[in-house]
């Protein structure tokens, strides 16, 4: 088992959880007039758009969530260690670039950048192990 792309997992899982349950409690309690959906968006925004704004916060978490799943399936031993390259280099570079974004579009001050970061760093790892064990492989 690749333990690293165990570690990236757990963190998109747990960076998901805190990302939908903190934006319910900070941002969008005070959006919530009545109902599941918040509707109230004030002076500045129409009902449409906290909607929406709404719907795609919860899908980040969501998508999240699923790269998580995508790692821990490439973590089992049964994994082909041919197809997981391309995967893992395409989520390691999402979670880098959003951990830049976070870090640049906020000065640093939300911590999701970490989160971000760790699952970059540690998928990136857990694919540099795989490359390293399917080498040693072939010289054998």
Not at 14 to 27: A, D, M, P, R, W
Not at 71 to 97: D, K, W
Request: aromatic share 10%; proline share 3%; with cysteine.
């Amino acid at each position: 088992m690749n333990a690293y792309f165990v570690a990236a997992a757990a963190f998109a899982f747990v960076v998901g959880l805190v990302h939908s349950v903190l934006g319910e409690k900070l941002i969008f309690r005070r959006l919530r007039q009545r109902g599941f959906v918040p509707t109230n968006g004030g002076n500045l925004l129409d009902e449409r758009h906290v909607r929406i704004i709404w719907a795609t916060w919860h899908t980040v978490t969501v998508f999240g969530w699923c790269l998580g799943a995508v790692l821990l399936r490439l973590a089992l031993p049964a994994a082909p260690e041919a197809s997981t390259g391309f995967g893992v280099q395409a989520i390691a570079l999402a979670a880098l670039t959003g951990a830049v974004l976070v870090f640049i579009g906020t000065r640093a001050k939300h911590p999701g950048w970490i989160g971000l970061l760790a699952i970059a760093v540690c998928a990136w790892l857990g694919n540099t192990q795989i490359q390293a064990t399917f080498l040693t492989l072939l010289s054998n």
